[in-house]
């Protein structure tokens, strides 16, 4: 068969398998960014024994653990606890010192997956003597990454890169006066997951569920194909209370969306900004 | 003249390269060196670049190579439109992607070959989105990132590359690229076995460069 038939078929499949997940379990991924789906769905076919994605869509029908498995493939971003320190130094020295202005603050970290940046920002809060007065949303569409954020555990073989950044973010307390280490594993501080509420929610499916102060949603956009990008940005217009901010990751921006006018620049480099007056 | 009807006889019908996605790692960056600055204005290919990097730096290579490149270069952002004449290098500590469009995408999926950017990922997204209408170019570097991207290249019809390890300060790489396909001598164009895509170029920097050069002049680049 030629190759180019091949890839035709491939693309094919590729979309018939993301309607049926849809139509079968209400997760759409059909707006997703393609090429990397399909690395990941490649990936797939290897640990399920597929030959084909409709053979994979075969079994993703007629058995819902193949689902909840291939769920893991499509949804689960490891992270590093404060990735990009230089983003969580300017929320610190930034965005903190008007945080500070508001009697309570609320703050939604969208795409929260296996929970790093949560406690990354709960860690700073507290350093900053804002996390008693703070509710952290945490959303993420993949339960079992929920389940794991909550936990607040974490392989200690990444702690020492999680050390580094910390410090390298501004940190003012050490990293081990929150999280006990337990054989190969560390587990955080329970009085963090006080001020944390872990949800299922879709940027896809699901609107706004609450008014917020600030919204972390970081290197989930780009997984997005741009039609997508502009309802989870519109969403995070919607969510943030007048003059509310919003971070993004070290290569997204808002240049090429249709929320671009709705925002300014806050700390460019950072991909901070801020929501503007007047809507 | 002799090199260039030999080349001749080795492009796919399917008529002018959309891209040219090069990867590289260890020693590619003298490589980039001698093969960037001599792209002219007016390519009508876009060049997309994954060089390994340190993954928690921010990368020179723009400001390296923007005062030396005749064509706009820039770091990659994701859902950027490509556009024909256009150098871009994949940022530090992401995967390049190509979506349709064609854009750009990048994405945090885990290190493949202990490295992000990986160019596998660019090369086999690249072959996904462009087919025959792509060129792929492997330089030198220390591990095996590449070899499966650029055999993916060659499958879609590609056009395709390898730095002559002998010329590379890493050859491990161009080595693992070329293991794929039967045994060919540097410098020589790859006879076209009937019914199959002839194996990768394998040339030096310097040819590299001028084969560069003469596709442009076919109206090929």
Redesign the interface.
Known sequence: MP??TK?RIADIEQRLLLDAIYHQYHYDFRAY????L???LQSALTQFSCKTLSQLQDRVLHEPAVFTGLLQYLTV???DMFRDPSYFLALRNEVVPILRTYPSIKVWVAGCSTGEEVYSLAILLHEEGLLDRTLIYATDINPHALRAAEQGVFDLDRVAAFTENHARAGGRSSLSDYYTARYSRVVFDKALREHMVFSDHSLATDSVFAEVHLISCR?V???F??DL?NRALGLFHDALVHRGFLGL?????L??SAQAEHFDDFVLEDRIYRKKAGR | MNASAAHASNTPAGGPYQAIVIGGSSGAIDVLNVLLPRLPVGLRAAVIVVLHLPRDRRSLLVDIFRPRCALPVQEAEDQQPIQAGHLYFAPPDYHLLIDSGPRLALSVDAPLHFSRPSIDVLFESAADGYGDKLVGVLLSGANDDGAAGLAAIHAAGGYTIVQDPASASMPTMPEAALARFPRQTPGKTPSNTPGKTPAPHVLTPEAIAARFVQLHAQRLL
């Open positions: 190759h180019k890839a960014a393609q090429a990397s399909k690395r990941r971003q490891v992270s290197n956009l780009i997984y194909e741009r990008q990751g070290s290569k997204e921006s240049r090429f």
